[in-house]
């Protein structure tokens, strides 16, 4: 088997677990702002405050609401983007999968040969 169909698959394996991770840290990081945006829903369930809002409990209520909202807007934004990246990174990962699949076949393809060669050499 050729040494460049060789690098070719460690390469693209290697790209396959580069891929993983990265789309496993968009999964984690998807999951701790989803939980940053819940405990700033308890904090402030609306979504529009005026600024100089009242509530019990709390001193400048209105503005604190208007920063809490800010922020899960940002955050919102911020989980849109890691919705495209995870799904370019899940084609990029599908592509690759079928390159690594088309190599195993070719390399398959290539051993089933050199067995036969030998068969034949050897009958």
Known sequence: MSQA???????????????????????????????????????????EVDADATKDGYVAYGSYAQSVIARKKNLRSSLEDISDQNVNLANELQMALEALDSFERVRARQMAQQAEKRLKRGA
Not at 17 to 45: C, F, G, H, M, W
């Open 5 to 47: 169909m060789e690098r070719s698959i460690r390469q693209t394996r290697f790209a396959i677990e580069d891929l993983q991770k990265r789309i496993a840290v968009l999964e984690a990081t998807r999951e701790d702002l989803e939980r940053q945006i819940r405990k700033l829903n308890d904090s402030v369930p609306e979504d």
